[in-house]
């Protein structure tokens, strides 16, 4: 888990936050059989808003963000994504899933369709669009994460970080409110760590709402604007970045904090 | 020797050099491969003696002492020693066809020519996507070909699936429209759609067949069922076999994945059972029982009640294999298909289906090979297969005694195709080589 710098320049004056709720989560809890994996969450997530959420493994960080949009599904208490709340209703998981966008740690790209293919499948048959609209729009995407040269390639042919930088345009194609990101840059080696977070970087600064599951603190103290550190389930502390790093209040991040920053 | 555990820094690159050339040459590999120790020669030695041996019973009886012009076994034996090929001569035309009749035995080459023109598109991707239409129209063309009869017959059968899609093209927004919800409405017209297309082709195609006919007469002599046999028999079992078993078992995978309880049982069930019977079984239920279980009067022609048996036992093997093929896809997969949006349908068509379905490439071709091959069983219920028109050729007086030259014969025919399968799959395989990592 190390803390891979940020060297440029982020305009945080362009990292705003808005007064309109993207995310309500109230009282949300899930088992697994009998295992209480989230325990009564409650969450907020203004639109514009990057939160980062941390926390040792099992706590539950991935199983809550899979719950936003249904890939999970939890047994008590409301999910209410954009305005929709999220039940067994097929039609608002399909609404609420095109304006959610997610990142998976081992990138899921479809091995058979070629990278644009992978970003124009679902504009297409989902949005219904026409496909010169779509590979246009996917050309755009796949410039702004700088791998547009790569378009007609296969992803087994793509390195680890160019891999992750073609999961993310796909998701961008949809044109989705909200990003979740699960563990991005877990499956990288470091050198291409950075290549994926200098993408996350530029996508904040367009003020997409994100929530990031990552162990990269460096990313979190420069650019999100709330963190939150999860253990067995439970929502533990949150705070802004600096106070969360400089002051932790819990002893149970305070334990976190020092395995995972020091060495 | 220089110290290695010193610390170094390197000065410059090293280039990239061929690597060194090693002693090559026949001998060379002879003795590292066949010689390079005691027990590898021993092996080579009795390896060598074991296929010349072979080769030497073989060749002579096969090429140099056969006969190939003879009038009986009897006869055969006046002149040489060695296989009776004359039999062969004599009957070739019983094996390829059975008894049908001679003057019409140009519809059943047309039919084969055809068939290879409308596989042609579906097993290749180069070629023309138009021909796909003629692959589609090749059933009722080839029907009406191998078993004549008027035209009308075919082409209202052909008609069946189109009336029953403009039947629930009519009926689904009509439905929607009314208070109904909209899962409902859309199950309600595809029940309809399915009666209409059982009601036409129980009643309405002789209906229209009819009408036509007297309007417009255009047909060809009919050829029963009961002349048809020999490899044309097999070709028309194991094709039919083949195209279906592999979309119903496509359906009946997905179904016994289903979170639905009610189609996870049903496919569950019907494969377990179908998978536990031999098959001889099934054919023994399609040529005797069946008929007490239709309504009196019906009889449905025993060529089609053995290739709908046919086709449902491989169906369940299929649907094995491709489950297989299905559960061995990461879970990524499904999630990112979900994650976009798709939802259960075109995830499977575009994302799970292909990706499943070329895994699963080995699989499917050996159901296929076995499949052809189980085609031979019909023999026991009275079909004349290229099986079962060995034993009349048997049975008659001159020809009494023979047995490998005419199993021979069956079996070279069967390598061919299952041979020529196999390379098949094995060209599909590297195709789809997408550069997976």
């Known amino acids: ?263 | 020797m220089s110290d290695s555990r010193k610390p170094f820094v390197a000065s410059g690159d090293i280039p990239p050099s061929p690597p060194p050339s090693s002693v090559v040459g026949p001998v060379a590999w002879v003795r590292e491969n066949l010689f390079s120790s005691i027990p590898n020669a021993i092996m080579t030695l009795v390896g060598a003696f074991i296929i010349y041996s072979l080769l030497a019973s073989v060749i002579p009886w096969l090429f140099l002492d056969s006969v190939w012009n003879a009038t009986s076994l009897g006869n055969c034996r006046e002149i040489d020693d060695g296989a009776c090929l004359a039999v062969i001569k004599e009957r070739y035309l019983q094996f390829i066809y059975g008894f049908y009749p001679d003057e019409e035995r140009w519809r059943s080459v047309l039919a084969f020519v055809l068939m290879v023109v409308a596989v042609w598109p579906v097993l290749f991707a180069g070629a023309p996507r138009k021909m796909l239409y003629a692959s589609a129209l090749y059933p009722a063309v080839a029907y009406w070909l191998i078993w004549g009869g008027t035209i009308w017959g075919p082409v209202g059968v052909m008609l069946g699936p189109i009336i029953a899609i403009i039947a629930y093209r009519i009926l689904a927004p009509v439905l929607r429209g009314t208070s109904m919800e909209e899962g409902i409405a859309n199950i309600l017209a595809i029940l309809f759609a399915v009666a209409v297309i059982v009601l036409w082709w129980m009643f309405g195609v002789e209906i229209f067949d009819g009408t036509l006919n007297s309007i417009v007469s255009i047909g060809l002599p009919v050829v029963e069922s009961s002349k048809i046999g020999g490899f044309l028999l097999s070709l028309i079992i194991g094709v039919s076999g083949i195209a279906g078993s592999f979309p119903l078992g496509i359906a009946l995978a997905l179904g016994r994945r289903s979170n639905l309880l009610f189609i996870k049982a049903m496919s569950t069930g019907f494969i377990e059972f179908i998978r536990g019977v031999p098959l001889i079984t099934l054919l023994f239920v399609a040529s005797t029982l069946l008929n007490y279980f239709l309504p009196p009067g019906t009889s449905f022609d025993i060529i089609l009640r053995v290739v709908i048996m046919v086709t449902i036992f491989a169906a369940a093997y299929m649907a094995e294999v491709i489950r297989g093929g299905l559960a061995a896809l990461p879970k990524g997969q499904y999630e990112a298909a979900d994650a976009l949006g798709l939802d259960y349908w075109k995830s499977m068509r575009l994302i799970i289906l292909p990706q499943a379905l070329k895994i699963s490439i080995p699989g499917i071709v050996n159901t296929f090979i076995g499949l052809f091959k189980d085609t031979t069983l019909v023999s026991v219920i009275g079909l004349l297969d290229p099986v079962g028109i060995l034993n009349p050729i048997r049975a008659d007086q001159n020809w009494n005694g023979i047995v490998w030259e005419l199993y021979g014969f069956i079996a070279i025919f069967f390598f061919v195709f299952c041979f020529g399968m196999s390379r098949y799959s094995q060209y599909l395989e590297r195709k789809l080589q997408t550069g997976h990592r």
């Open chain 1, 1 to 263: 888990m190390s803390e891979v710098a940020i060297d440029r320049e982020i305009d945080r004056s362009k990292l705003s936050v808005s007064d309109e709720v993207a995310i309500e989560i109230t009282a949300m809890n899930k088992w697994y059989g009998d295992f209480h994996v989230l325990r009564d969450i409650s969450l907020t997530v203004n639109r514009g808003e990057r939160i980062v959420v941390c926390g040792p493994s099992g706590s539950g960080k991935s199983t809550l963000i899979r719950c936003i949009n249904r890939l999970e599904e939890h047994q008590k208490g409301t999910i209410v994504v954009d305005g929709i709340e999220l039940s067994s209703d097929l039609k608002n998981i399909d609404k609420i899933r095109s304006e959610v966008g997610m990142c998976f740690q081992h990138f899921n790209l479809f091995p058979h369709l070629s990278v644009l293919d992978n970003c124009t499948l679902a504009p297409i048959w989902v949005r219904k669009e026409p496909r010169k609209e779509a590979e246009d729009r996917a050309m755009h995407y796949l410039e702004r994460v700088k791998i547009a040269d790569q378009a007609l390639k296969f992803p087994g042919q793509l390195s680890g970080g160019q891999q992750q930088r073609v999961a993310i345009a796909r998701s961008l194609c949809m044109n989705p409110r909200i990003m979740l990101f699960d563990e991005p840059t877990s499956a990288l080696d470091p050198e291409m760590i950075k290549e994926v977070l200098d993408v996350m970087v530029d996508l904040a600064e367009t003020g997409m709402t994100m929530i990031c599951v990552t162990h990269e603190m460096g990313f979190a103290r420069q650019v999100a604007n709330r963190v939150i550190f999860m253990d067995q389930g439970q929502i533990i502390e949150q705070n802004e970045p600096e106070e969360f790093f400089n002051n932790p209040q819990s002893d149970r991040t305070k334990l976190f904090l020092s395995q995972i920053l020091s060495h």
